[in-house]
């Protein structure tokens, strides 16, 4: 029995309302393949209606943080009656989903990468809230190399990156650095190689201390005005405003800053 095959294709452990879920794959390189998909979605599933995780830090064990979709799985599924096409639409179809969820996650989620993330393994650090980078890191969208444009992970680059990084990255499929990453919006800092996984819990253990419900009132709001435009984005984010002034973390909060002591928040 291969001993690969009865691992579980995604580790979970949580500490202090921080929940760091590593991709368990790494003499792989990590693929987004059909289980590592799904493992991801279910995990999320579980986290998103835990009211004890605060935050969650995505990273991933071995010297690649994801090589992307497995090439090998795909490729042979050309020799269905039509051509793979139904098989290619559902695992993209899935992977879109999972990239939705963590947008959609009520916790913030922050990406810790070390080595090398490319085509879907780059769409999955663009996904997140926060990332880190190890200075070792480097990203790519490479499928132009092989006559495969990076499409999907082109829409979370789109979305972080200006029109012109973005390009430049699925355009040319080179390599980036951790540093020209963070220039790019793609990290938000780099430290040292190894300290992602430590920087990323921090940044993680703070966003944990703050008042839960409001984090995940701005997190939905931050995505929902985004997409609107400036006038009807003005108009949702003050109403979202409105009721979180009216709301009992809000109160405890200013409160608590007048008053000069630690607010308590509700769980």
Not at 117 to 125: P, R
Not at 227 to 254: C, F, K, P, Q, W
Request: hydrophobic letters at 45%; one cysteine or more.
């Amino acid at each position: 029995m291969n001993i690969q095959t009865t691992l579980p294709f995604v580790l979970r452990e949580d500490h202090d309302g921080v929940a760091t879920l590593t991709l368990n794959r790494g003499a792989q390189r990590n693929p987004l393949s059909e289980g590592m998909i799904a493992a991801l979605a279910e995990q999320l599933a579980g986290i998103a209606s835990d009211r004890s995780v605060k935050a969650v830090v995505l990273t991933a064990h071995g010297p690649v943080f994801s090589a992307g979709h497995d090439l090998k799985e795909m490729s042979a599924r050309r020799s269905d009656a039509d051509r793979g096409r139904a098989y290619f639409s559902d695992v993209l179809g899935r992977c879109a989903a999972l990239m939705q969820a963590i947008v959609s996650l009520p916790q913030p989620v922050i990406a810790a990468v070390e080595g090398v993330a490319t085509a879907a393994g780059g769409q999955l650090v663009a996904s997140c809230d926060l990332a880190v980078a190890g200075a070792n890191a480097q990203f790519c969208t490479p499928g132009v190399h092989i006559g495969l444009f990076c499409s999907t992970p082109m829409v979370p680059l789109s979305r972080n990156l200006s029109n012109k990084h973005a390009m430049e990255m699925l355009l040319l499929g080179e390599m980036t650095t951790a540093t020209d990453a963070a220039r790019m919006g793609l990290v938000n800092r780099v430290v040292a190689s190894g300290e992602a996984l430590a920087e990323a819990r921090r940044l993680a253990a703070i966003i944990a201390s703050k008042a839960p419900a409001t984090v995940r009132t701005g997190k939905r709001t931050f995505y929902e005005q985004r997409e609107m435009t400036l006038d009807a984005a003005y108009r949702h984010a003050s109403a979202v405003m409105v009721e979180n002034m009216l709301a009992r973390d809000a109160e405890e909060g200013i409160g608590a800053f007048m008053d000069k002591r630690a607010p308590v928040w509700e769980p």
